[in-house]
């Protein structure tokens, strides 16, 4: 209790992580709410409703008059040019996207963390390969990669644990960078030449010593991971190599862009995913910073 | 030599509002500077010095500032000077050199750009050509090479650094030049050098010095005068002499005392306790936790700043009274 | 000088082994998936009846001796260099008998002049907003207004332009709504063409520019905090030096640098928002054109164009290399 109490009491300091965070229980809540209202495997399909329907609270097909009186749907989203309902996308494709996220986050961080890890750790010609993978990895654009990944799996449809799983195989680059660069400066740090000193072996150093230090960086370093996810299969998405039968977010921005959903005056279909895109990222955005202060107070002080 | 006091400092109080509470930085600081004097500000880490310094310079920042007080240049009170008027002052009547001469130089100008800059911004109206001498000028005052001004700072070595970090001090020949621990950061030998030089250019230029630091040993040789602080407060000042021979605060005695000497070799002297934090101070007398003199009063007022005698300005209990008997 | 061979001659090597690599990978991801997509499309397009394009004889045969499929893999990887250093790219699938090469010289110019102007601009901008909002003397405008609108940054470019893409082009009719240049009118060098080529660019550039100043402000701000506290800010007030004179050549100054390096790290993330961009509205670059070509499944013009801006920007991280000492004495590339 009083450990809650202190957090929320930093909470109020830290503006960043309190906005965040609080974005993040405000999206849960949708999500978890969302799914008690919608049905998950019709809604956010097409032809679950009428096309092209604004945002509405009474829709009632013009060809049946006696509907207004007794059951006149809401479509509170309004539906697609193809007839998804927009409530539907935007509950289902926020947990898809953001599982998307999670799933090459995750990946991406732990391949990456672990390669950081032993490369810097150990040394070597181990190293020299590492370092040179991901440097090369790292200067070619993540998006192109993917693309030519993405591309070459030909007509097949992605899925959404695909899409997590083709992103994951470029997520590590980051992670294993940042990880590499602060492993190799904890290794020269007194406290670890003590601890070899008094002999404890390679395993146990990483875990007993470095690991604590280095959970600062892993947080961030998921947080970067996620928002990078996102980002990647966004861009995949609206190029359209994003699993095109699903609803995630990205992929219902292809369609806005594809057909021509602004130049048909069809704003909604727009707004629903950017509205939440821009609520993800800013979320995710607030958080970063909000960890960087934790880490790192000075910045704080100095306003 | 003119005795009017180039510097006057009156009754300066100097805060600093934490979220701690209310830091007392300098309390009640008197201090008088005649021109072309060398006078030295010693005192522990923590003392205030640096502050002191800071606030004569006008570069006291929130959350601190001046509480009280004043501080005459010349008659007049800088602490009331907007802050455009104090940024003319800087660098031109009251100049700095400062501690870190490592990092103090701006890495990516060369020196003389570094010299001249300030020129300009005081508006001196000179042209450039002229600048330029008076730069390569201020270099050779630091026994540097004219052609050092077209480098970088970090072809210089660090006694070099230093010299220029003096020849942008006194480039536009300032009336008081603050010396702030100029030679800590140096190998003994470059320290023997620098003071030369600053001793060499002030009294050329007729500039009084305040040189700020902690080694006595330096201060004897080099200064005329010697000021004490301590947790704030100014302790004694006493022209050198009176100062080593006849310090009439046991701070300053202890302090003395605490110098290795070659005579009496194998103890060392140090003065036991520590500094109170500046805003935790004891009541009374701020020494009297760790004074071995110390006696009823001084546990309950504080005691006041006066020239007890001609010439030596102390604040102690010991003075205070007419009957106590005098010291010899 | 402060330039030594040897570091000209590695720094051009490391350039040259990013292309490499990036050609590399270009060769060998495809043939990792267990199916050979080239072909099948090559068969699919042969077996759709209806339109056979013509010289596809042709292709398939240049397919073959280009992939040379009957040889063993390094024989491939070889002839896959050889042409590469000679700038064969290969024929567009789509647009036979068109090169990949010509169709990406026709959207090249659009792409960098775009790239350039927002990125040169977004860093310029963002590190400037940065700096104020860490200058304690800055108005109070600066420091409190704006790191809202660093949120900005955290959204992407392409997201951002779609939404001005509705207010500005679509709602206000204020700017056009996507492309190049006006359709109908005749590319010439002349000022009404011009304009109109501005006009088109400003949404675009507009959006790039929005999104990417956000980083470079963050970036900047915090180093200015770092650099207010070292001990040549300290000695240049004490010198009575003015405001503006202490802001940019003792502060934005030697805060820019590690800024630019940021730059050469970040070129990767610039050019991959800036193709998304093209692709939303529609601008002439090469981003629409790859969007196309995977829209085809123009497997020559997709590995093409990602060769092109991976060579594009190695040779950029090249430059700046060498544009670095300028602005850093301290770093001298002499042999020692």
């Not at chain 1, 750790?121 to 993978?133: E, K, S, T």
């Not at chain 3, 196309?292 to 920007?313: E, H, K």
Request: include cysteine; glycine fraction near 10%; charge should be neutral.
């Amino acid at each position: 209790m009083e450990r809650l109490k202190l957090s929320l009491r930093y909470l109020r300091r830290n503006t960043s992580l309190a906005i965040g965070l609080g974005i993040l229980v405000f999206l849960v809540l949708f999500t978890i709410i969302g799914y008690m209202v919608i049905d998950p495997l019709i809604d956010p399909y097409p032809l679950a409703g009428p096309a092209s329907t604004a945002p509405t609270l009474n829709y009632c097909p013009r060809t049946d008059p006696e509907c207004e009186k007794t059951e006149p749907k809401a479509y509170i989203f309004g539906t697609d040019a193809q007839g998804r309902d927009l409530l539907g996308v935007a509950v289902a494709g926020t947990w898809m996207t953001v599982q998307i996220g999670l799933m090459a986050g995750i990946i991406g961080l732990g391949f990456g963390a672990f390669l950081g890890f032993t490369s810097a750790f150990y040394g070597g010609w181990y190293d020299m390969i590492v370092r040179w993978a991901v440097d090369v990895m790292l200067t070619v654009p993540g998006l192109l990669l993917l693309v030519v990944i993405a591309s070459s799996l030909g007509n097949q449809t992605i899925t959404v644990t695909g899409m997590g799983l083709i992103i994951a195989s470029i997520a590590w680059r980051g992670p294993a960078r940042v990880i590499r660069s602060q492993v190799l400066s904890m290794r020269e740090r007194p406290y670890v030449m003590m601890a070899r000193l008094n002999g404890m072996g390679g395993m146990s150093i990483i875990f007993r010593e470095m690991m604590p230090n280095l959970l600062p960086y892993l947080g961030a370093g998921l947080v970067d991971a996620v928002t990078a996810a996102i980002f990647a299969s966004m861009g995949l998405a609206a190029l359209g190599l994003g699993p095109l039968r699903e609803p995630t977010l990205g992929v219902t921005i292809y369609w806005v862009i594809n057909q021509s959903a602004f130049l048909r005056g069809l704003w909604w279909w727009g707004a629903v995913p950017i509205v939440i895109v821009a609520l993800v990222f800013v979320m995710l955005f607030q958080i970063s910073i909000g960890l960087d202060e934790v880490a790192n107070p000075r910045v704080r002080r100095s306003q | 030599m003119s005795n009017e006091a180039v510097l006057k400092i009156h009754d300066l109080d100097v805060q600093y509002y934490t979220d701690a509470g209310v830091v007392y930085a300098n309390n009640k600081i008197n201090l008088e500077l005649r021109p072309g004097e060398r006078l030295g500000l010693v005192g522990e880490s923590g003392s205030g010095k640096s502050t002191l310094a800071l606030a004569i310079l006008g570069m006291i920042k929130p959350p601190g500032g001046i509480a009280g007080g004043e501080i005459l240049l010349d008659g007049r009170d800088i602490t009331k000077l907007t802050e455009e008027e104090m940024r003319q002052v800087r660098g031109r009547e009251i100049s700095m050199i400062p501690q870190g001469a490592m990092n103090s130089l701006n890495p990516v100008m060369r020196i003389q750009d570094q010299i001249i800059d300030s020129m300009v911004d005081h508006e001196l109206g000179l042209d450039k050509v002229t600048m330029e001498r008076m730069a390569g000028d201020a270099l050779e005052a630091v026994d540097l090479n004219r052609n050092v001004g077209r480098m970088y700072p970090h072809e210089l070595s660090g006694g070099m650094k230093q010299r220029a970090c003096i020849a942008i001090a006194i480039a536009m020949k300032p009336k008081v030049i603050i010396a702030d621990e100029p030679t800590s950061a140096l190998d003994v030998v470059t320290q023997r050098q620098v003071m030369q030089t600053i001793r060499h250019i002030q009294s050329e230029m007729g500039a009084a010095v305040i040189l700020i630091g902690h080694d006595m040993g330096l201060m004897a040789q080099f200064v005329d005068r010697l000021a004490v602080m301590y947790a704030g407060q100014m302790a004694e000042i006493a022209p050198k002499e009176q100062a080593f021979r006849s310090p009439m605060h046991p701070y300053t005695d202890m302090l003395i005392e605490s110098l290795p000497r070659l005579a009496t070799k194998g103890e060392f002297h140090g003065i036991p306790g520590i500094t109170p934090l500046l805003r935790d101070l004891p009541p009374g007398c701020v020494f009297n936790p760790r004074c071995p003199k110390a006696f009823a009063p001084c546990l309950k007022t504080t005691p006041k700043f006066l020239e007890h005698r001609p010439n030596q300005w102390v604040a102690c209990h010991l003075y205070e009274n007419e009957s106590e008997t005098a010291r010899s | 000088m402060r330039y030594s061979w040897s570091f000209v001659i590695k720094r051009f090597g490391l350039m040259l082994l990013i292309i490499w690599s990036g050609a590399t990978l270009n060769f060998f991801i495809p043939k990792l998936t267990p199916r050979n997509p080239l072909r099948e499309k090559l068969l699919q397009e042969a077996s759709r009846g209806g339109y056979i394009p013509p010289g596809f004889e042709e292709m398939v045969q240049a397919y073959e001796a280009k992939f040379g499929l009957d040889r063993s893999v390094w024989q491939q990887y070889l002839s896959y260099v050889q042409d590469m250093l000679r700038g064969d790219l290969g024929f567009s699938i789509s647009n036979y008998p068109k090169t990949v090469w010509e169709l990406i010289l026709e959207g090249l110019p659009w792409t960098i002049g775009l790239l350039i102007t927002t990125t040169l601009a977004a860093f310029l901008i963002g590190s400037l907003l940065g700096a104020l909002m860490a200058w304690p003397k800055a108005s109070k405008l600066f420091r409190y207004v704006l790191p809202t609108l660093l949120i900005f940054g955290a959204v992407p470019a392409y997201v951002i332009a779609l939404t001005l893409i509705y207010f500005i082009a679509f709602r206000l009719h204020l700017l056009p709504i996507g492309g190049g240049h006006s359709i109908g009118v005749l590319p010439s060098w002349n000022m009404t063409f011009i304009l109109d080529i501005l006009q088109h660019a400003l949404l675009p550039a507009l959006a790039l520019v929005l999104a990417g100043s956000g980083g470079w402000a963050i970036g900047m701000r915090g180093m200015m905090v770092t650099i207010q506290g070292e001990d040549y800010m300290t000695f240049a007030e004490a010198k009575g030096l003015k405001n503006w004179r202490l802001f940019y050549r003792y502060g934005v100054r030697n805060a820019l640098l590690p800024q630019v390096t940021g730059l050469a790290l970040a070129l990767s993330f610039i050019v991959s928002g800036s193709v998304l961009v093209e692709l939303v509205m529609g601008y002439p670059g090469i981003g629409t054109l790859l969007a196309r070509s995977i829209n085809q499944l123009d497997y020559f013009m997709i590995y093409g164009i990602v060769f092109v801006i991976i060579t594009g920007i190695a040779i950029t991280m090249f430059i700046m290399d060498m544009i670095y000492p300028l602005l850093d004495p301290r770093i001298s590339y002499e042999s020692k």
